[in-house]
C-alpha cells in the first residue's frame, strides 16, 4: 500500500511539471527527468529507513535471554539411530544427536521406551540453549566398572541456559551388584564407581521431572554450577545402598532444589565445601542419612559455605534428621550463615545434629579437635518424634567453638521406651527463644550415636 501511494504521488508530480513546462516553454523531458529523481530519492530513504527499523525488530526478538528455551530444529534420538528396546546399546545415537543439537542450540526429543546406554559425555559450550526432553528412560549396564574418580553415568557440562525436562524419565543406574562389591564400611576406601548423574559447570540451566535410580554411588552430583533450579526430583534406592548419597551440591552458588522425593542408603542431600546460596525447600526424605553440611575438614583447601537455607522439609525414618558434621584434626574451614526452619521429623534418629568429631570406619585423627568453625546458623520450628533419646545434639569443637547458634520453637518427642527426650552439649551456648521440647543443653554431648 506504501509502495502504491509513493507511486502515485511521483506520477503526480511528472503530471503537474508537464503542466508547467508547457506554459513556461522549459523542456519536458529535463524537468520530468529531475522530479522523479528528487521523489525517488525520497521513496529510497523512506524504505531503507523502513528496512533498518524491521531489521532491528528481528535482531531485538532473536537476542539470546538466558535460560531461554532452544531454537532449531527438534531431533529425534531415533532418527539417529536409537531403538529404544532396552537390549541395543544407544549411545552413539545419542552422541549424534547431542553433537547435532549442540552446533546449533536445538532440542533433542527422546521418545517413550528404554534406551540402554554406556557412560555419555553431554558436553559444551554449546552455539545456543539446547534442550533434552525425554518421555523414555535411560538404563546403565548391571556390570560393575570402577571408573576415575568422580565420573558420571551420564554427564552434563560446560552448558549454559541448558534445560532437562524429564517428564518423569527414570535414570537406572542398575547398582546392586556394586553396593556388594564396595567394602567403605570396613576400609573407609569406596571403590571408583560412576555416579548416576553429574552437572558440572552449568549455568543458568533447569532441571525438571527426572528420577534417578539404583545408582553405583551417588545418584546426583552438582559442581561448579551456578543459577540453576532443579524441580521435582526423585531419588529412589534401598537402605542397603551403600554410599549413594540422592543430590551432593559442591562449590556452587545459586542452587534451588525445590521439591524431591528421596529414598537412599546415605545422605538425602548432602552439601560440600563451596557451596554459597543455596535453597532447599519441599523434600522428603527416608529412608536414608538426613539433610547434612558435609562433611568438612577432610581435605585441604575446602572453600567455605556460606548461606545455605533448608525449609519445608520432611524427614522419615532416617538415621539423622538436619546436621552439620565436621572431621576432628581438620584444616582450617568455615561454614555460616545456615538456616533450618519449618521442618517435620517423623521416627528420627538424632533429629537435629552438629557433629565437630565425625568419625566414619574409625579414619581419623581421633581427639585432635576440629578447625572448622561453624556460626551464625538458626535451627527453627523443627517439630516431631525422635527415635533416639538424644533428640538434639550440639557437639561443637574444643578448638573452635561454635558461635551464634540459635534454637527457636523446638518440639521433638521420644518415640522409644527410654524415657523423655533431652538435648546434649558441649562446646557451645546457644540463643535460645520460643518454646524448646526437649529443654537446651542438659546432658553433656558425646562421640557416638
Known sequence: MVGFRRASGVLLVLLVVMATTIANGTPVVDKAKNAAESVGDKVSEAATTVGDKAKDAAASVGAKVPGA????????????????????????????????????????????????VESLEFKGPCKGPVTLELNGNLKAPATVKTTKPHAGWIDFENLADFTL?????????????????????KTGKCNSLPINIRFTGLTNSKIKSI???????????????????????????????????????????????????????????????????????????GPGHGISIGS??????????????????????????????????????IASNILFEDITMDNVSTPVLIDQ??????????GVPSKVKLSDVTIKNIKGTSATKVAVKLMCSKGVPCTNIALSDINLVHNG???PAVSAC????????????????????????
Request: hydrophobic letters at 30%.
Open 426 to 449: 558441649s562446646n557451645i551456648k546457644p540463643i535460645l527463644s520460643g518454646k524448646l521440647v526437649p529443654a537446651a543443653c542438659t546432658e553433656v554431648a558425646k562421640p557416638g550415636p
Open 211 to 285: 528420577t534417578s535410580t539404583n545408582s553405583k554411588l551417588f545418584h546426583m552430583n552438582i559442581l561448579n554450577c551456578k543459577n540453576i533450579t532443579l524441580e521435582d526430583i526423585g531419588i529412589d534406592a534401598p537402605p542397603e545402598s551403600l554410599n549413594t548419597d540422592g543430590i551432593h551440591i559442591g562449590r556452587s552458588n545459586g542452587v534451588n532444589l525445590i521439591g524431591a522425593k528421596i529414598k537412599t542408603g546415605d545422605d538425602c542431600v548432602s552439601i560440600g565445601d563451596g557451596t554459597e546460596n543455596l535453597i532447599v525447600e519441599n523434600v522428603e526424605c
Open 69 to 116: 528455551k532452544a531454537g532449531g530444529a527438534s531431533l529425534d534420538v531415533k532418527a539417529s539411530g536409537a531403538k529404544g528396546d532396552g537390549k541395543t546399546d544407544d549411545s552413539a545415537a545419542f552422541m549424534a544427536a547431542w553433537k547435532e543439537a549442540c552446533a546449533a542450540g536445538s532440542t533433542i526429543t527422546v521418545p517413550k521406551g528404554e534406551y540402554l
Open 357 to 366: 568429631e565425625y568419625c566414619p570406619y574409625g579414619h581419623c585423627k581421633a
Open 296 to 333: 568438612l575438614g577432610r581435605y585441604p583447601n575446602e572453600q567455605p559455605v556460606k548461606g545455605v537455607t533448608v525449609r519445608k522439609c520432611l524427614i522419615k525414618n532416617t538415621d539423622n534428621g538436619v546436621r552439620i558434621k565436621t572431621w576432628p584434626g581438620s584444616p582450617p574451614g
Open 417 to 419: 521406651k527410654e524415657g
Open 165 to 185: 525436562n524429564g517428564n518423569k524419565a527414570i535414570f537406572d543406574g542398575q547398582g546392586s551388584l556394586a553396593w556388594k562389591a564396595n567394602d567403605c564400611a
